[in-house]
């Protein structure tokens, strides 16, 4: 198995620094150079997906490459959805390490064996019907990360409530590495208290929150990462007392 660097992404997921990542609703660099100056951390792209949210299809690594080369120009950290049914081959994810891809996501149930050969760190999703027994075997994968993808497609768009906290509550109390939230539900600024309070190490807006627009995702991203700093700051300012 790879050994995998320390990021600047992955300090902050367990330093408690709480950054936000944004996915993007389509592979526009307008929109992420709006979500970098809303205050994103990192940015998220899709390969091999039809995205149900939007109805948009992302298409293969030759396909997407050249926006990827302009996307690795902006200086933030680029995590990659791997795909669907078709993943990279394992010369394409040594090409997105190339270009500076730090980890690579994808449902558990869709894990082939050579992605978890590359240098792209393992961020592999947990999905509305996973079960503990999902949970522990992506927790004996070496150096792994998560995102809880829970929400049934007819919850998205709603607004979090007691139930979605209670879940990421129990995902985290039992997983002990860094979890990441997706967007499925309206995340606000002021949910983003109640998802650090429960162990979510970072929220990943996506188009539900951020819109398709770049004026709609400075909108939205803006409000939440400042939140988001604030609770990291705080953070850092305890560990330093």
Request: glycine share 8%.
């Amino acid at each position: 198995m790879p050994n995998y660097p320390e990021t600047r992404l992955t300090k902050a997921l367990r330093g408690g620094e709480f950054p936000v990542i944004v996915s993007l609703a389509r592979h526009d660099l307008d929109l992420a150079r709006a979500a970098i100056g809303a205050g994103a951390f990192a940015i998220k792209v899709h390969l091999n997906a039809y995205h149900r949210a939007t109805g948009t299809t992302f298409g293969s690594f030759s396909d997407e490459r050249p926006f990827f080369e302009q996307l690795a120009t902006l200086g933030v950290p680029l995590l990659v959805m791997a795909g669907q049914e078709k993943v990279p081959s394992a010369e394409e994810m040594d090409a997105l390490a190339d270009l500076g891809f730090e980890g690579f996501n994808i449902y558990f149930s869709e894990m082939q064996p050579h992605l978890l050969q590359s240098r792209l760190r393992p961020m592999p999703a947990l999905g509305e019907k996973s079960t503990d027994e999902d949970l522990r075997n992506i927790l004996d994968i070496p150096g792994v990360m998560m995102e809880a993808s829970v929400a049934s497609f007819e919850d998205y768009g709603k607004p979090l409530n007691e139930k979605d906290i209670a879940r990421y509550r129990d995902i985290t109390a039992k997983a002990g590495i860094p979890v990441i939230a997706p967007s499925q539900k309206r995340f606000t600024a002021e949910d983003m208290p109640r998802l650090k309070e429960v162990g979510i190490a970072a929220p990943l807006l996506g188009v539900i929150v951020t819109g398709t627009t770049p004026s709609s995702m400075e909108a939205a991203v803006r409000p939440i990462a400042e939140a988001a700093r604030g609770l990291g700051a705080a953070s850092s300012a305890h560990r330093v007392d």
